[in-house]
């Protein structure tokens, strides 16, 4: 069974302070992971697809990386408005169009 | 640019009602889902379809079902709704097993 586990569950920063998301997964054959932003009483915003180990991406402030194991969301130099709930899923090879998804880390950056 | 779109923001029902979720998504993908977003449960896949007139119960199927006559729409219906079905529903689509594209939601309560 395909598992994400997202850590840590919430997460207070200052305004400028750099630090990161982690998304822990087992899958059987990965066919990418994914990130989305989800700000209060609205839907994800897909944010980044990584489909293989050594891959990353970026947007804005933002850097999504990928092991056979986990991805980092690192989020350098935060505003406020980058306060939202981060989501990671993860689609198998095997067939299955259901993603897992984890349970999300909650970020509050503080001015 | 994508988009997918829920009938309604907000909605208010009485236990007992039946009760219609509709949603439509302008990108032709042939993969559309439910799920309820609880707080501290995460999101809960409810139904996902795979073609027009094709559907999969996903975690939490009971009390609910669902209706897909055309490509674009994907409806969920509550038979006789329950105060336990008040919640937050999400819809979303995808191609193939990539990401999903989220609509903005609909806060359900049930009195």
Known sequence: EDQVTQSPEALRLQEGESSSLNCSYTVSGLRGLFWYRQDPGKGPEFLFTLYSAGEEKEKERLKATLTKKESFLHITAPKPEDSATYLCAVSASGGSYIPTFGRGTSLIVHP | ?111
């Not at chain 2, 009602?17 to 042939?30: G, I, N, P, T």
């Not at chain 2, 490509?71 to 990401?99: D, G, H, P, V």
């Open chain 2, 1 to 111: 640019d994508v988009k997918v779109t829920q009938s309604s923001r907000y909605l208010v029902k009485r236990t007992g009602e039946k009760v219609f979720l509709e949603c439509v998504q302008d990108m032709d993908h042939e993969n559309m889902f439910w799920y309820r977003q609880d707080p501290g449960l995460g999101l809960r896949l409810i139904y996902f379809s795979y073609d027009v007139k094709m559907k999969e119960k996903g975690d939490i199927p009971e009390g609910y079902s669902v209706s897909r006559e055309k490509k674009e729409r994907f409806s969920l219906i509550l038979e006789s709704a329950s105060t336990n079905q008040t919640s937050m529903y999400l819809c979303a689509s995808s191609f193939s097993n990539n990401e999903q594209f989220f609509g903005p939601g609909t806060r359900l309560t049930v009195l």
